[in-house]
């Protein structure tokens, strides 16, 4: 199977199986899902959900988060993982999107990563998701689905993953094609146990191959 064939398979199966393919975070707006993707470093989208409402009641804008203090912050986001960081972040974002963006959470991977506590795969999240760009945010589900499906080869950083990934997706797919493999890694192919028996994905899977090919070695 040629590469091309491969993720036009991938991509058709995914789209029939998974029209609808969304984010889990929750949030009414760009400011809302900066600070939502902020603190789901390294921490479910589950405990994300549980912290945001008090999060938002208490700072609605971007605004008030920056008049804010990180100990204040705290307090609301103690029970996600690195709160006191992620406090000081959320607050020193917030200031600079108040003295540099006119209050506006900017449109752009290259302006998003002049804010504090936003890395790459941050910006290329919110890009996607609000602005509907083009930008693959490649997280450990997604690297691992990747490659083992086959979409990837010998990736060895997120960047290789990106890299390949938006090679090869139509610029138009690569928003929804991130939902795709993250959800598809969230609850089918895990990283310890994955559901390659129930998988849709089990004629296109290299990792599926290779083991049917060493199971009938030992056979």
Request: charged content about 20%.
């Amino acid at each position: 199977m040629t590469t091309h064939e491969r993720y036009a398979r991938t991509l058709a199966w995914f789209a029939e199986h998974m029209p609808i393919a969304e984010s889990e975070l929750t949030f009414d707006n760009a400011y809302q899902l900066l600070v939502a993707v902020m603190l789901s470093a390294q921490c479910t989208d589950k405990r994300v959900n549980l912290v945001t409402p008090a999060l938002f009641a208490a700072y609605p804008t971007v605004e008030a988060l920056s008049h804010a203090t990180p100990e204040d912050v705290l307090t609301y986001i103690h029970s996600v993982s690195y709160p006191n960081s992620k406090a000081a972040h959320l607050v020193s974002m917030a200031q600079r999107v108040m003295e540099v963006y006119g209050g506006e959470i900017p449109a752009t991977r290259e302006e998003l990563q002049t804010l504090a506590g936003v890395g790459r795969k941050t910006a290329n999240v919110v890009c996607a998701v609000w602005w509907n760009q083009p930008t693959m945010a490649v997280d450990t589900h997604i690297f691992r689905v990747a490659e083992r499906i086959g979409l990837t080869t010998h990736a060895k950083t997120p960047m290789d993953t990106e890299k390949q990934l938006i090679k090869h997706i139509p610029a138009d797919l690569i928003p929804k094609a991130h939902h795709w493999l993250l959800l598809h890694g969230r609850y089918t192919c895990q990283a310890r146990k994955p559901q390659c028996e129930t998988c849709g994905l089990q004629a296109i899977c290299r990792y599926y191959a290779t083991l049917l090919k060493h199971s009938n070695t030992n056979t």
